[in-house]
Antibody, heavy 118, light 108 residues
Framework: EVQLVESGGGLVQPGGSLRLSCAAS????????MNWVRQAPGKGLEWVSY????????YYADSVKGRFTISRDNAKNSLYLQMNSLRDEDTAVYYC???????????WGQGTLVTVSS | EIVLTQSPATLSLSPGERATLSCRAS??????LAWYQQKPGQAPRLLIY???NRATGIPARFSGSGSGTDFTLTISSLEPEDFAVYYC??????????FGGGTKVEIK
């Protein structure tokens, strides 16, 4: 069974930093591209970042480019999101998500809440 | 940016009824459109990809159609577990993927 478990969320002040982690199991992690997708409270979904299976290709949404960094460790079956210079509008549940069927999101974690507030 | 507009915002129906949800793109996305279901407090679940293909394990009562700018998700006969929020997503200009604003299917 595919499992994606996020951790690292919490309350942080504007301008602060946070690192999210995602532990993957139940599939060959090194064979799949991964994503972070977020959802602000009561709002819709927003794709944040993508990393290919070998880390050779990385993309970011314009809203986070230059502030967030995605990475992965295939030996540890783990995905990461380093978030710097956080803003109020970054407040959201952040989902770790596996790509499939040609870069749609086929599996999602349960999410971790990031709250940016003073 | 390709904008996806979903309608209606809320659909009030009874179990056993047919649900028809719409997703309209601001420009053609060919058939690169997916549908997701999200229940309160849960992560989304992929239902349909490439406009009309059901994902693994998705019941046959869910079907998708359309191409270009106009897409439809149909639930042929609503089950109690189908009351949820539904989102469409395009990947035509990947990685500039975007989601629609969602349609809530609620019990009438």
């Amino acid at each position: 069974e595919v499992q994606l478990v996020e951790s690292g969320g919490g309350l942080v002040q504007p301008g602060g930093s946070l690192r999210l982690s995602c532990a993957a199991s139940g599939f060959t992690f090194s064979s799949y591209s991964m994503n972070w997708v977020r959802q602000a409270p009561g709002k819709g979904l927003e794709w944040v970042s993508y990393i290919s299976s070998s880390s050779s290709t990385i993309y970011y949404a314009d809203s986070v480019k230059g502030r967030f960094t995605i990475s992965r460790d295939n030996a540890k079956n783990s995905l990461y999101l380093q978030m710097n210079s956080l803003r109020d509008e970054d407040t959201a549940v952040y989902y770790c998500a596996r790509s499939g069927y040609g870069d749609y999101v086929t599996y999602w974690g349960q999410g971790t809440l990031v709250t940016v507030s003073s | 940016e390709i904008v996806l507009t979903q309608s209606p915002a809320t659909l009030s129906l009874s179990p056993g009824e047919r649900a028809t949800l719409s997703c309209r793109a601001s420009q053609s996305v060919s058939s690169y459109l997916a549908w997701y279901q999200q229940k309160p407090g849960q992560a989304p679940r992929l239902l349909i990809y490439d406009a009309s293909n059901r994902a693994t394990g998705i019941p046959a009562r869910f079907s998708g159609s359309g191409s270009g700018t106009d897409f439809t998700l149909t639930i042929s006969s609503l089950e109690p577990e189908d009351f949820a929020v539904y989102y469409c997503q395009q990947r035509s200009n990947w990685p500039r993927s975007t989601f629609g604003g969602g349609t809530k299917v609620e019990i009438k």
